[in-house]
């Protein structure tokens, strides 16, 4: 089924073709941690690693050392499992960006997220319980 020109996958098909990875989860119990190792060596060698979601879904210890081995070719974060981040090997790998959890916080995205928030109620959405996959 193809979505605006955009073809859904599998999680499987998304580690292993992805050339950008960027995450947008919420914590859960299915989402905590869900980035170890394991699946971050599922990742392309040449993937872009970005998470903009929260630091508790990826093994930032699994990263390092994927980022140090090359077996990922960057990676970018704004949310670390503890705020202030203290890996400073981390912090200075050359293939990694580290950047404050502040994109909300830009007049542009506040007026999105209260256009957004209008759009959904003069559109009548009415969310549906257990849509989200996590």
Same mark, same amino acid.
């Given at each position: 089924?193809? %979505?605006?020109?955009? +073809? $859904?996958?599998?999680?499987?098909? !998304?580690? &292993?073709?992805?050339? %950008?990875?960027?995450?947008?989860? =919420?914590? *859960?119990?299915? *989402?905590?941690?869900?980035?170890?190792?394991? #699946?971050?060596?599922? !990742?392309?060698?040449? /993937? #872009?690693?970005?998470? *903009?979601? /929260?630091?508790?879904? %990826?093994?930032?210890?699994? !990263?390092?050392?994927? !980022?140090?081995?090359? /077996?990922?070719?960057?990676?970018?974060?704004?949310?670390? &499992? %503890?705020?202030? $981040? &203290?890996?400073?090997?981390?912090?200075?790998? $050359? +293939?990694?960006?580290?950047?404050?959890?502040?994109?909300?916080?830009?007049?542009?995205?506040?007026?999105?997220?209260?256009?957004?928030?209008? &759009?959904?109620? *003069?559109?009548?959405?009415? =969310?549906? $319980?257990?849509?989200? =996959?996590?």
């Amino acid at each position: 089924m193809e %979505v605006i020109g955009l +073809n $859904p996958v599998d999680v499987e098909r !998304l580690l &292993e073709q992805s050339e %950008v990875l960027s995450i947008h989860l =919420p914590v *859960t119990d299915k *989402t905590r941690w869900f980035y170890s190792a394991d #699946v971050l060596d599922r !990742l392309r060698s040449d /993937c #872009v690693f970005i998470n *903009t979601a /929260c630091g508790r879904i %990826v093994d930032e210890q699994a !990263l390092k050392e994927r !980022l140090m081995d090359g /077996c990922i070719i960057a990676a970018a974060i704004d949310a670390f &499992e %503890v705020e202030s $981040p &203290e890996d400073d090997e981390l912090l200075n790998l $050359p +293939n990694f960006m580290a950047m404050p959890h502040i994109g909300a916080g830009s007049l542009e995205a506040r007026w999105a997220m209260g256009a957004s928030a209008i &759009e959904g109620l *003069t559109g009548d959405f009415i =969310p549906k $319980p257990g849509v989200f =996959p996590f």
